[in-house]
Every structure is written in structure tokens, then in C-alpha cells.
Nanobody
């Protein structure tokens, strides 16, 4: 069974940092496109960042460029989202995602096959 399990969310003050983790089971990250999406209260779902294992493409939504970093540890089959200089507008439920096309990462498409259950990030002002 394919499963993605996020952790690391919480409450942080503006300007603080959090690192989200996503552990995968049932498949290996290498050979997949992986990423993070979020849904803020009252807003539509938004892609945050992704990376293709095939061609190495990495993408970030403009609002997090320079603040967030996506990475993965293939030995642990875990992906991460390091979030620095957090802002209240980053408050959302964050989901890790995976797609079996290793070159799927692109800002315009977010129909990923696998989704985690989500972890809440709340940034206070």
C-alpha cells in the first residue's frame, strides 16, 4: 500500500522556521516526481514546490522563493520542506505529493497520484 505521512507542522511566530518531513512507504521516491502543496483557509489548493527525479527540475511558487527549500533523502525514503522566514500568509495545511512520472514537476500541473494526510502550519503575527 502506498502511503505518505507528513510531520513537523505546528505553530510558529512570523520570521520563524519549520521543517516538514514526509515519509513514504509502498514505493521509492527515486524515480518519482515529488512535491508539496498547501491549502489555506478559504483558499484553493496551491502548489508550493516540486522536484523531478528524472531531469532534476525544481519549481517553487513565487511567494516562497528564497525562503523554502525542498529536498529528499533517498536512503530514508523521506522528503522535506525547509521553511524559513515564515509569514502569516504561509498558514495552511501542507500536503506532500508524489507522481510516478519522474519528470512530472511543473508549476502548472498538480494532479499528483499520491497525497499525504496533511500537516497544519500556523504562523502568528
Amino acid at each position: 500500500e502506498v502511503q505518505l505521512v507528513e510531520s513537523g507542522g505546528g505553530l510558529v511566530q512570523a520570521g520563524g522556521s519549520l521543517r516538514l518531513s514526509c515519509a513514504a512507504s509502498g514505493f521509492r521516491f527515486d524515480g518519482y516526481a515529488i512535491g508539496w502543496a498547501r491549502r489555506a483557509p478559504g483558499k484553493v489548493r496551491e502548489g508550493v514546490s516540486c522536484i523531478s527525479s528524472g531531469d532534476g527540475t525544481t519549481w517553487y511558487v513565487d511567494s516562497v522563493k528564497g525562503r523554502f527549500t525542498i529536498s529528499s533523502d533517498t536512503a530514508k525514503n523521506t522528503m522535506y520542506l525547509q521553511m524559513n522566514d515564515l509569514k502569516p500568509e504561509d498558514t495552511a495545511v501542507y500536503y506532500c505529493v508524489a507522481h510516478p512520472n519522474p519528470d512530472y514537476c511543473a508549476g502548472y500541473r498538480w494532479e499528483y497520484d499520491y497525497w499525504g494526510q496533511g500537516t497544519q502550519v500556523t504562523v502568528s503575527s
